[in-house]
């Protein structure tokens, strides 16, 4: 840590954030540390609430490239920041504008269903937004059209398996939760019988179809804190254990495979928060152009 204690990190922190009226968001994916220092830890679209609704001038964005982009959409008199520039989402990755709008004429009149997990770019050729914790209930928003679903093809599949809806998926998927296979899930029953198996829909179906419970990161956590179960198989990144243990002290947790890791999520650190709260930047922004598109979409999904 450059010579710097934690503790002196953390007592720059948050005389920094005061000084400049900083909000710290974190996602659950990420270190340990950071989540303990934010002013909000939460999901997508919870995080995504509180960029909308925050009274601070400074929104610290402690996730990824598309997380901070959708809070500068949404609160764009705001500075955000995000601390490593170069945390990115290989899955928004897996589509481009110029790709969606090639694949909409092929479906005249399909409705586009997009993952928050994308770019602004992405989101202003869509008609709405979802987040893993409200895709069935936007999906059944959207009375009677075909829908196509970007970029993530297994929550895609996931969600029409849910609502019975046409829904054309997008082949992309999170490099993480896509390589957990049906023999992880059953190599860990074997190993914890008594386990529930609470797994992310970004998992492939042969994985979801073996579990107990299938959520967003929030829907995984309040899960474990009203089952009356003990023990149990976490089926996504590992960043979500810091907050499981600290909320159920008294239960046991285990991943579902050892490689639950997010890199992207792990790139930042107490140093990076302290340097971009003292330089206010690297800062993200969206063109106006693009902007005015792509509000519309995570707008109307806040409105759902
Ligand atoms: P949620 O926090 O919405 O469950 O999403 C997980 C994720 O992959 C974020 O990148
Ligand atoms: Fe993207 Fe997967 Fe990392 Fe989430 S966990 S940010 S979907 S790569």
């Known amino acids: 840590m450059g010579g710097e204690s934690k503790k002196q990190l953390i007592g720059e922190i948050n005389q920094l954030r005061q000084q400049k009226n900083a909000i710290i968001l974190a996602h659950y994916y990420q270190p340990d540390e950071i989540q303990d220092i934010a002013d909000f830890v939460g999901d997508s679209l919870q995080l995504a609430q509180q960029a909308a609704n925050t009274d601070a001038e400074v929104i610290v964005f402690c996730g990824v490239h598309f997380m901070a982009e959708s809070a500068s959409i949404l609160s764009p008199e705001k500075i955000v920041l995000l601390p490593e520039p170069e945390a990115g989402c290989p899955m928004a990755d897996m589509i481009n504008a110029e790709e969606l709008i090639e694949e909409k004429k092929k479906y005249p009149g399909v409705k586009v269903v997009c993952y928050v997990n994308s770019s602004a770019e992405v989101k202003a050729e869509s008609d709405i937004c979802c987040t893993s914790s409200n895709a069935e209930k936007v999906v059944a928003s959207l009375e ?161």
């Open 144 to 304: 009677g059209q075909d829908i196509l679903f970007v970029p993530d093809g297994n929550l895609g599949r996931y969600v029409a398996a849910k609502t019975n809806r046409k829904i054309i998926p997008w082949p992309g998927f999170c490099p993480t939760h896509h390589r957990v296979s049906k023999e992880d899930v059953l190599q860990s029953r074997k190993l914890h019988p008594d386990a529930k198996v609470l797994v992310h829909p970004e998992c492939r179906e042969e994985v979801w179809q073996e579990a107990d419970y299938v959520g967003s990161t929030s829907g995984i956590i309040k899960y474990a804190e009203n089952s009356s179960a003990k023990k149990f198989i976490i089926g996504t990144e590992c960043g979500i254990l810091h907050q499981l243990q600290k909320r159920c002290p008294d239960k046991e947790f285990h991943l579902i495979a050892k490689h639950m890791l997010c890199p992207n999520m792990k790139k930042n650190s107490l140093q990076k928060v302290r340097d971009c709260l003292l330089t206010l930047s690297p800062r993200i922004t969206v063109t106006e152009e693009v902007r005015e598109k792509a509000i519309a979409a995570l707008e109307k999904m806040l409105t759902v």
